[in-house]
DNA sequence: GTCCGGATTACCT
DNA sequence: GGTAATCCGGACT
């Protein structure tokens, strides 16, 4: 089964394909190197456990849109929205390996004092890439603004309970590349 | 209208 | 490893 379909039918299973795609905007290219699969209606850590809002009514869209969101008042995140209209769930991309564009990436973060800091967390990159709420609901695979390119696939992948989140954890939905745990957003002690 | 908490980051020890 | 900063969305009175 090829991302497409993933998306539209099994967002953990996507979540885990879509390490090694690329991240493109503009003149800034970066890998997929972590994201984590919500969903409903069983993962209470989903934002849209609890129904649609105005907030997240983007994730009740089609498959493949962008669902961007702002929170604790100061960063936004970037979301792939998957499952079929009606059933809300999404991938959050947590890290990405920067590639291309560094300077410009560097010039938005300029908290940054390692490469690793560009975007080694759902924030730092969407900051990095000039990611906001104005690119909420743009379709991420047509090819051209904010979107998806595939990559080299990734073989050796860890797996361990997402994030940041208070209920749910018991699910290892946090997908890392294994080669790449140098740009991952947190150390990967309880990954295996 | 008010209150609480958050899919985080940055900075300090 | 711990915690302050920061402010919007959602739930509730």
């Known amino acids: 089964m090829n991302l497409g379909e993933l998306l539209e039918s099994d967002v953990v299973a996507a979540a ?11 003149p800034l290219r970066a890998r ?13 850590a989903c934002h849209a456990h609890r129904g649609q809002t105005p907030r997240n009514a983007t994730m009740f869209g089609p498959a493949g849109k962008a669902y961007v969101y702002f929170t604790y008042g100061n960063h936004w995140m970037l979301n792939v929205v998957a499952h079929e209209p009606g059933n809300a769930a999404a991938v959050l991309i947590r890290a990405l390996e920067p590639l291309e564009g560094l300077d410009e990436m560097r010039g938005r973060r300029l908290k940054a004092t390692r490469d690793e800091d560009l975007l080694s967390g759902p924030g730092k990159l969407c900051q990095a890439f ?19 390119v595939e990559g080299a696939a990734v073989t050796d992948v860890l797996t361990g309970s997402r994030i940041g989140i208070t209920s749910g954890k018991e699910w ?16 990967i002690k309880d990954l295996a």
């Open 16 to 26: 885990r394909h879509l390490l090694g795609w690329e991240l493109r905007f503009g």
């Open 32 to 44: 997929i190197v972590e994201a984590e699969a919500y969903r409903t209606p069983d993962d209470p």
């Open 130 to 148: 000039g990611i906001t709420g104005e690119l909420d609901g743009v379709d991420l695979f047509d090819g051209q603004g904010l979107h998806l």
């Open 172 to 187: 290892p939905w946090r997908f890392v590349d294994a080669k790449a745990i140098r740009w991952a957003s947190r150390p």
